[in-house]
């Protein structure tokens, strides 16, 4: 898909830059931004240590752990069905399905990129070894994709650094108005995702 | 209500400092070896910032090809009634686009957009709101998906992308509300 991208990027660029005759703009325009990448990943790089060194403490701490179950009467309430299945515990069984979804949520909302993928695949393969429908992803999975693809971060620290590597006068102003739109883009994609699920298991009724 | 958004707004100046020494003390108190654990997850840091420079620099190579040929502006000027029914600049529509499909591909389109018209333009803190709400949902679902060889997704990718552009839309009403 990338590839595909980065091609079609190329191969516009070269059509109209040779239609518009700009070939000393285009080469300058390699040139620069190909030393830019360096500058910008070493501008950005403080910051990224900053933010790991600290999450990496906050980690052995047990604060990603404390997080989860402060985010746990949320996912109870949004996967009902994950958790009936586990109905006489109080909290998330150790190993359960649900423990899954919710650790990789509270990875995502931490900013822990590295430790979110492996958290979401686990959580995947939990749900679908309680699934009935084989190859066809369920309602749970769907929710919880995105979920996952609307993650709303604490401290985006991506942001932070290339706010600060491009000059901003202070780089963490945006930071209440992330918040509020990531939650009204999380809150747009479950909506939009339950009102799909119904539609479609009354689809399904109807054909029966 | 100026007096409340203002006080809202200083938020975002005091998140970093009380988290970083908030979370640092906590887990000296919880008896980690926090010097060890910050040195040790700042490494991680290090490195991942500089895995960023091969994709970085391919793709901030395409983008600024894309600029000084003048077709970046073509897709504007293409994209311009959408945007203005929409209410978004614009300059952070390229951005929009990419934000589904690739993280290093936004990541260099924010970056245009932030050297282009300044960090703190309408466009720059627009894009950069717009960077932060939706993830690359053509990457992560097919993922995802895939690690558990699920072939059909169902309505998981128009959901996530109805978020997506929901996130898009109130982002560049955020700003403009804000700032």
């Known amino acids: 898909m990338l590839n595909r991208i980065f091609l ?12 518009l005759g700009r070939g000393e703009e285009l080469t300058s325009a390699l040139l620069e931004q190909s030393a830019g990448a360096v500058r910008l990943a070493i501008d950005m790089a403080g910051v990224m240590c900053l933010w790991s060194g600290l999450m990496k403490a906050a980690e052995r701490a047990g604060l990603a752990a404390a997080v989860g179950k402060l985010l746990s009467p949320l996912t109870r309430r949004l996967f009902p069905k994950l958790s009936k299945k586990e109905q006489n515990q109080k909290g998330p069984k150790e190993g359960s399905a649900l423990e899954a979804v919710t650790m990789n949520l509270t990875a995502n909302f931490l900013g822990l990129g590295n ?11 939990r749900m679908a070894a309680q699934s ?5 992803a369920t309602d749970e999975m769907i929710l919880f994709l995105v979920c996952n693809t609307a993650a709303v971060q604490l401290f985006p620290s991506t942001l932070a650094a290339v706010r600060q590597a491009s000059g901003a006068a ?30 479609s298991r009354r689809r399904e009724g109807a054909g029966r | ?12 100046g005091w998140v970093m400092p009380v988290m970083f020494c908030g979370i640092l003390l906590y887990s000296g108190a919880k008896k ?7 040195l040790e997850g700042a490494g991680e840091g290090l490195r991942t910032a500089l895995e960023l420079i ?3 620099a391919a793709l901030l190579c395409a983008v ?3 600029r000084a040929s003048g077709a970046l502006e073509l897709l504007v000027k293409v994209l311009e009634p959408g945007a203005r029914m929409l209410g978004i600049p614009e300059e952070v529509l390229p951005l929009a686009l990419m934000r589904p499909v690739s993280g290093s591909g936004s990541l260099a389109m924010l970056r245009e957009v932030l050297e282009k018209y300044g960090a703190d333009s309408l466009a720059g803190r627009t894009a950069s709101v717009m960077y932060c709400c939706g993830d690359t949902a053509f990457y992560v679902i097919p993922v995802y998906c895939g690690a558990v060889k699920i072939s059909d997704s169902r309505y998981a990718l128009p959901a996530a992308l109805i978020g997506c552009l929901a996130g898009t839309v109130c982002s560049a009403w955020i700003v403009r509300a804000f700032f």
Do not use: H, N, Q, Y
């Not at chain 1, 780089?171 to 009102?195: C, E, K, N, R």
């Open chain 1, 8 to 19: 079609g990027m190329l191969l516009a660029a070269i059509v109209v830059g040779m239609a």
């Open chain 1, 115 to 125: 430790a979110a993928t492996p958290l979401g695949i686990k959580a995947m393969e």
């Open chain 1, 132 to 136: 009935p429908k084989g190859s066809a």
């Open chain 1, 170 to 199: 202070r780089p963490l102003d945006v930071l209440p108005a992330v918040w509020i739109a990531s939650l009204a883009a999380l809150a747009a994609g479950v909506g939009s995702a339950l009102l799909m699920g119904r539609m």
């Open chain 2, 1 to 12: 209500m100026s007096g409340l958004s203002a006080w809202f707004l200083s938020l975002g």
């Open chain 2, 32 to 38: 980690v070896d926090v010097m060890a654990a910050f």
């Open chain 2, 54 to 56: 091969p994709a970085l």
């Open chain 2, 64 to 66: 600024g090809l894309l």
